[in-house]
């Protein structure tokens, strides 16, 4: 294995890493965005009202991506795994 072939795996694991968490992270950035605007409207300062439709935002939409993100982490552990069996 030559800087070449560990340079395009460590680029492939980021990328697999950014668009496994993606969703997940941009709806949690959302939803936080939306409930610190309404909390600075109403000024109530609960500190459980951002954790809990937060968490209910990130489950369903992994409900919804979870074979996404399952095929991303697939395609990546069989581009490893055929490295592996060729040598690199």
Request: aromatic residues 10%.
């Amino acid at each position: 294995m030559n800087e070449a072939d560990a340079l395009d795996l460590v680029q492939f694991a980021i990328w697999t890493v950014l668009t496994a968490a993606g969703p997940a992270v941009g709806v949690a950035m959302l939803v936080g965005i939306g409930i610190a605007l309404l909390q600075a409207l109403t000024q109530v300062q609960e500190v459980t009202l951002t954790f809990v439709p937060k968490i209910l935002a990130i489950l369903i939409v992994i409900a919804f991506s979870g074979s996404f993100i399952g095929g991303q982490i697939s395609a990546f552990s069989n581009v490893v795994f055929q490295r592996i069996e060729n040598g690199f």
